[in-house]
């Protein structure tokens, strides 16, 4: 059993890539490469989600074609959690996102609320169940994003940058909330992901997209990481001579329990200024404020 690639071709930006992948369960394995190389499209296509499927070679799922399995089927055995996880959804809030995943599974009505309970709990996200999307942070939306994921109870899980929009303890605590369940029901886990040091001792296998896929091992891809962190171009920020500032005064944002307060404070033109806090602090929030988008 496992979900199986040999010699699966696809194209990307016309550049046409071949690989060959083995995903067992209860293993976990990383994908890692540069943005556009082509990293989610390869999901999209484990996922069932592109109608054309792969250009050349063979895709099975335990011994099965992604064409011999049902909508019901592939649910089951394949599930994706996007990197904007905005795209998850369909309802309204956590809860009926949830409930609306059983329906799709046909699952016993008498049976929905305790899985639902289950989920969210996991997840922790409990207090948020009835709270619209559009009032969560990017990480609250990635966390119930992963629930709707974890309910449906796939063989494998294919994870698009799960970490991204989560601060560093959410993202442990996550990892390891995935590793005992991966181990309780043997979940194959393939992840697209680069903060290489927090899955260094969870990621068996790396595979790097470069101008093909290559097998690479913990050592190399954490050189690799800190390289390519090394390297990073530094952001050019022109000087600019005008006195135009970005002022705050008595600013007061509620988010649902508590606030974020700016008595007196200013950002001068032509800075850059970094933002950061925990996941749910308000930071995103903070943001749209300031542009006056309304949640």
Not at 16 to 24: G, N
Not at 36 to 51: I, P
Not at 98 to 115: A, G, H, R, S, V
Request: aromatic letters at 8%; proline letters at 3%.
């Amino acid at each position: 059993m496992s979900l199986l690639v040999k010699n699966g071709c696809f194209l990307v930006d016309q550049k046409r890539l071949e690989l060959t992948l083995s995903l067992a369960p209860g293993e976990t394995k990383g994908i890692y490469g540069a943005s556009g190389s082509g990293k989610s499209t390869l999901f999209y296509l484990l996922a069932g989600l592109n109608e054309k499927g792969f250009e050349g070679g063979t895709y099975t799922i335990d011994g099965q074609t992604m064409s011999q399995l049902s909508i019901g089927e592939r649910s089951t055995s394949v599930s994706l959690l996007f990197q904007n996880p905005d795209m998850q959804f369909c309802m309204a809030t956590p809860r009926e996102e949830l409930l609306f995943c059983l329906e799709n599974q046909c699952i016993p009505q008498e049976d929905m609320p305790n899985k639902v309970a289950d989920a969210l709990a996991f997840c922790e996200i409990t207090h948020l169940a009835d709270q619209p999307f559009t009032t969560l942070s990017g990480g609250e939306k990635q966390l119930a994003a992963l629930a709707c994921c974890l309910i449906l109870e796939s063989q494998y899980l294919l994870l698009d940058e799960p970490f991204a929009n989560l601060d560093t303890d959410t993202s442990k605590k996550v990892i390891r909330k995935l590793q005992r369940i991966q181990q309780k029901k043997a979940i194959g886990i393939l992840l697209i992901d680069h903060q290489i040091k927090e899955t260094a001792n969870w990621v068996d296998e790396w595979l790097l997209i470069e101008e093909d896929f290559r097998t690479i091992d913990q050592a190399a891809i954490r050189d690799l990481d800190q390289h390519m962190r090394k390297t990073l171009p530094l952001a050019k920020i022109k000087s600019s001579s005008n006195k135009k500032r970005l002022s705050f005064q008595q600013f007061r944002l509620p988010i649902r329990n508590h606030e974020i307060v700016f008595p007196n404070f200013a950002f001068d033109g032509g800075t850059l200024i970094g933002i950061t806090g925990r996941s749910g602090s308000g930071k995103s929030s903070f943001l749209k404020a300031i542009l006056q988008q309304h949640a």
